[in-house]
């Protein structure tokens, strides 16, 4: 008979799991990026790790890989592969529910099975889109400089909630974004010199559009930091921009 491996233990105060190293990965500022949500990063190790993995005599340490872990997991038994698969793919990098749940279809796992496993992650609280899309608010914003508009729309993408995104997205007030964008066009101006007024308008325009900024408050920001640098945008036709 199959023994089927312990769920993991809710999380402690401390951010870890109560089991082994089965670690709840970390949701702090700048943890985000933009990759791929189901690359499983390199295969291999460099040669320094590959030297450091050897014993005494040429042999390699027998630590099983995350892959190999997953495949470990008991045939036939597809809450223990889901179990497996969401584990390995949370480590390091946080993932909300609707991530995890495509990363279970595509990987073949009964809808019974991964249903059963995501539920139990969210208990223990492995899985927590509020924290997730909180976290996500907090590093975009401050490192990229995103609006709420843009980050809410890279929320939707990574299937959170619409209530569990205007929450977090409400982290982020009206004078709060304004701060962001000044700031934005402020670190881009001094580029722009030499260029003729309407083109710096464009540009610094458009870089605040791309990260989300409604067209009004870019306008006004942009031509609020030009008035200051001494140029004319009195008669500015702002059509077009």
Aim: charged share 35%.
């Amino acid at each position: 008979m199959t023994r089927r491996t312990d769920w993991p233990e809710p999380p402690a105060e401390d951010g870890r799991s109560g089991q082994g190293n089965e670690s709840v990965p970390s949701t702090g500022r700048g943890a985000y990026t933009d990759a791929d949500p189901y690359d499983d990063g390199p295969g291999r190790r460099g040669r320094a790790g590959r030297r450091a993995g050897r014993r005494p005599g040429g042999h390699q340490d027998s630590a099983p890989s995350s892959s190999r872990a997953e495949k470990g997991a008991p045939p036939g038994d597809p809450v223990e592969q889901a179990r497996a698969i969401c584990l390995r793919l949370l480590t390091g990098t946080p993932r909300t529910r609707a991530q995890l749940a495509e990363a279970l279809r595509k990987r073949g796992i009964a809808e019974e099975a991964a249903e059963e496993v995501l539920a139990r992650f969210e208990d223990v609280g492995l899985i927590n889109d509020g924290a997730f899309a909180d976290a996500w608010v907090e590093s975009r914003h401050h490192g990229r400089g995103l609006a709420r508009r843009a980050l809410a729309q890279e929320l939707r993408t990574k299937g959170v909630d619409s209530t569990v995104i205007e929450e977090a997205v409400g982290q982020v007030d009206a004078e709060q974004e304004e701060e962001r964008a000044r700031e934005l066009v402020a670190r881009k101006l001094r580029s722009t010199r030499g260029l003729e007024r309407d083109k710096r308008l464009r540009r610094l325009a458009g870089m605040l559009a791309r990260k989300g900024y409604s067209q009004g408050l870019a306008l006004k920001v942009v031509r609020e930091a030009l008035e200051q640098e001494g140029e004319d945008v009195g008669e500015l036709d702002e059509e077009g921009f």
